[in-house]
């Protein structure tokens, strides 16, 4: 399976319109692919909270629609990462969207764990509840969102659903990168799974976002990783690992509590 990651740069000094017709063409450069990733609210910023009001759109909106067009016209599966989803009662969710092929949306995930304690996203949006997973015809992706990545539970409730690669659109601050490195790494060994995390660049809300976007195998090896600014990382998958993996080191079966 290929796939890129496009690690978006949000500069808060490009309109948000500009950003979008920048996504979309290189959503489109990526024909031949399988499947393309962004990171988590590249809109507007993940933690650019002053706009989460007036930068949300409701799941027919501006985004999902360029996004819709973007995947159709690459012929890819696309994860366009997550908007702020605006729900018709007017409550606010971290909400990703998966787009088939022909441009329809076959998957939304709600984040589950919203980030910054009793601050920004946290009081902020209402949180996700559901466990997503989609069947692509090479794989079945886990569907997670940033802070989500310090929550292994959620990961295993992905596997036990049927997940084999776990895709984490993120916007990732710089100064936890050394977290954002290590627990995607150990969420693709101990799920045995491959692990698409696709952060942001640039420095948006003053907080400086760490890029270093990765593509992690069944067994934890980084098959390639971003640097700190944007950039389209690409790598193909053979799919066959993770069943390799499971059957050759059987821990996943070996699981005693939680099944
Ligand atoms: N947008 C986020 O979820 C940020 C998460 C984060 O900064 C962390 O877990 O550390």
């Given at each position: 399976?290929?796939v890129?990651?496009?690690?978006?740069?949000v500069?808060?000094?490009e309109?948000t319109?500009?950003?979008?017709?920048?996504a979309?063409?290189?959503?489109?450069?990526q024909?031949?692919?399988?499947?393309v990733?962004l990171?988590?609210?590249w809109?507007?910023?993940?933690f650019?909270?002053d706009?989460?009001?007036?930068g949300?759109e409701?799941?027919?909106?501006?985004?999902?629609?360029?996004?819709?067009?973007?995947?159709?016209?690459?012929?890819?599966?696309?994860?366009a990462?997550?908007?702020?989803?605006r729900?018709p009662?007017?409550a606010?969710?971290?909400?990703?969207?998966?787009?088939?092929?022909?441009?329809?949306l076959a998957?939304?995930?709600r984040?589950?764990?919203?980030?910054g304690?009793d601050?920004?996203e946290?009081?902020?949006?209402?949180?996700?509840h559901?466990i997503?997973?989609?069947?692509l015809?090479?794989?079945v992706?886990?569907l997670a969102?940033?802070?989500?990545?310090?929550?292994?539970?959620?990961?295993?409730a992905?596997?036990?659903?049927g997940?084999?690669?776990?895709?984490?659109?993120?916007?990732?601050p710089?100064r936890r990168?050394a977290h954002?490195?290590?627990?995607?790494r150990?969420?693709?060994v101990?799920?045995?799974?491959y692990?698409?995390?696709?952060?942001?660049?640039?420095?948006?809300?003053?907080?400086?976002?760490?890029?270093?976007?990765l593509?992690?195998?069944?067994w934890?090896?980084?098959?390639?990783?971003?640097?700190p600014d944007?950039?389209v990382?690409?790598?193909?998958?053979?799919?066959?690992?993770?069943?390799?993996?499971r059957?050759?080191?059987p821990?996943?079966r070996?699981?005693?509590?939680?099944?």
């Amino acid at each position: 399976m290929r796939v890129s990651l496009i690690q978006l740069a949000v500069d808060p000094a490009e309109p948000t319109a500009a950003r979008r017709e920048r996504a979309a063409g290189l959503v489109r450069a990526q024909r031949g692919r399988d499947l393309v990733v962004l990171p988590e609210l590249w809109t507007i910023g993940a933690f650019a909270f002053d706009s989460f009001t007036t930068g949300s759109e409701p799941l027919n909106g501006p985004t999902a629609t360029a996004m819709s067009a973007a995947a159709r016209d690459a012929g890819v599966w696309l994860h366009a990462g997550s908007i702020l989803e605006r729900d018709p009662d007017g409550a606010l969710f971290n909400t990703s969207l998966l787009f088939a092929p022909d441009g329809t949306l076959a998957r939304t995930y709600r984040k589950i764990h919203l980030f910054g304690f009793d601050q920004g996203e946290a009081v902020l949006l209402s949180a996700g509840h559901d466990i997503v997973t989609a069947p692509l015809p090479e794989t079945v992706l886990g569907l997670a969102t940033c802070y989500d990545l310090r929550f292994p539970e959620l990961f295993r409730a992905l596997v036990d659903a049927g997940a084999q690669t776990l895709v984490i659109p993120a916007g990732w601050p710089e100064r936890r990168r050394a977290h954002w490195t290590l627990l995607a790494r150990a969420r693709a060994v101990e799920d045995q799974a491959y692990v698409l995390a696709c952060g942001t660049a640039g420095t948006h809300a003053g907080v400086q976002q760490a890029g270093h976007s990765l593509v992690i195998d069944p067994w934890g090896e980084v098959l390639a990783e971003a640097g700190p600014d944007e950039q389209v990382l690409t790598a193909d998958l053979d799919m066959d690992r993770v069943a390799r993996t499971r059957e050759e080191f059987p821990a996943l079966r070996n699981r005693v509590l939680g099944r």
